[in-house]
């Protein structure tokens, strides 16, 4: 059973100071124009006939809770919440269910669901750590030795281990796909510092030579602290980055315009990186992640297989610098309330690169 708030309640509403103020409105609150994310629902042993959760606003982590249960509901999610759950075979508990169901309204209401192809976030096992949250297609595929850690996500070892996006960009654009030539994003999380010196940091990648369109993002690739990544062109960018754990999100909003992103904030920017068409050679036609494929070879390279710690991707449309930010408050929502990752409490040092 789970529990659902409704308008017009009367809560206390702890602060970081240890002050209390009510609130009348709890929905008003949180539709108002800072982000917030629901986290934990949790019964109040010590007050039978009341419940209560934590939320983040502005990045502050508050809990509330209520004096009176209003009502309950055996089936509050939301229904592209309830066609997830229905895909998986083992169900997530109640506590995760709310913060998936949490997430994803998140993302449809500020307007980024129907942006997104592809969302693969960590889960309780395997099947739930590679499904597409977004639809049952894309779902990843493991390949090579499997090493896994619930709400953690996998571990590559540099050799043999990637994930196989079943993501081709030239069928899926060709089938109406978000991700587009001039319109498109990608990304995922690293959740350690493992491989930062056999630069095997590998997010994802899709490689197609010198003449046609390609996405990557290879941490450590380049040298010390130094990430290079290809945005939907053969130009080979780079930043300097710590190789420490990172949400790392690039975006193409033109036919010129591309960014890259960690944590949210952006560590380069153009607006002269003019997008190349994408080829299908048959060969290796779908992205990875933890790995690179390549168009122009028929064989991997193993220094592009990662050696660290990956929690979750994400292939799509095109997100503006705001948006970006916001996606990554979002996400790091549920990854924070699963345990995989402390709420927003990364620091950033990097070279900030214009072109």
């Known amino acids: 059973m789970s529990l659902v708030v409704s308008t017009g309640l009367m809560l206390d509403t702890g602060s970081t100071d240890g002050t209390t103020k009510q609130l009348a409105d709890l929905q008003s609150y949180l539709a108002a124009d800072h982000p917030w994310q629901v986290v934990k629902v949790t019964d109040r042993a010590e007050a039978p006939n009341s419940f209560s959760w934590s939320y983040s606003v502005n990045n502050t982590w508050l809990s509330v809770y209520t004096q009176a249960v209003i009502s309950t509901d055996p ?40 942006r997104i192809d592809v969302l693969v976030m960590p889960g309780a096992d395997i099947q739930q750590s590679t499904r597409n949250w ?38 899926a654009m060709a089938a109406g796909s978000q991700f587009q030539r001039d319109s498109l994003s990608f990304g995922g999380g690293i959740q350690d510092t493992n491989g930062t010196t056999s630069k095997s940091r590998t997010v994802l990648g899709l490689y197609a030579g010198t003449t046609g369109a390609a996405i990557d993002i290879l941490p450590d690739a380049s040298g010390t602290n130094l990430t ?43 607006a002269a990186n003019t997008s190349l068409p994408w080829f299908d050679d048959g060969l290796h036609t779908t992205i990875k992640y933890m790995g690179r494929a390549s168009y122009a070879s028929s064989a991997w390279t193993t220094t592009r297989l990662s050696k660290a710690r990956h929690s979750y991707f994400i292939l799509g449309g095109a997100f503006t610098q705001a948006e970006a930010l916001d996606l990554n408050f979002i996400l790091n929502a549920y990854l924070a309330g699963t345990g995989s990752e402390d709420p927003l409490t990364r620091t950033l040092t990097a070279t900030m690169v214009t072109s």
Not at 79 to 106: G, H, N, Y
Not at 151 to 156: E, P, S, T, V
Not at 242 to 267: C, N
Request: proline share 6%; hydrophobic share 40%; with cysteine.
């Open 75 to 114: 089936d509050p999610y939301i229904a592209q919440s309830k066609a997830l759950f229905a895909r998986m075979t083992s169900q997530p508990s109640l506590e995760v269910k709310t913060l998936i169901d949490s997430c994803i309204r998140s993302l449809i209401d500020r307007g980024y669901w129907s």
């Open 134 to 171: 977004k639809a049952d297609q894309y779902n990843a595929t493991t390949v090579g030795t499997v090493d896994f850690l619930p709400y953690k996500g996998f571990l590559g070892n540099g050799t043999d281990f990637y994930l196989d996006s079943g993501f081709d960009p030239v069928a």
């Open 228 to 270: 290079a990544f290809k945005i939907g062109s053969a130009a080979n960018l780079v930043a300097t980055v710590p190789m420490v754990p990172h949400h790392w999100f690039g975006s193409r909003t033109s036919s010129t315009a591309i960014a890259m992103y960690l944590d949210g904030k952006p560590i380069y920017t153009s």
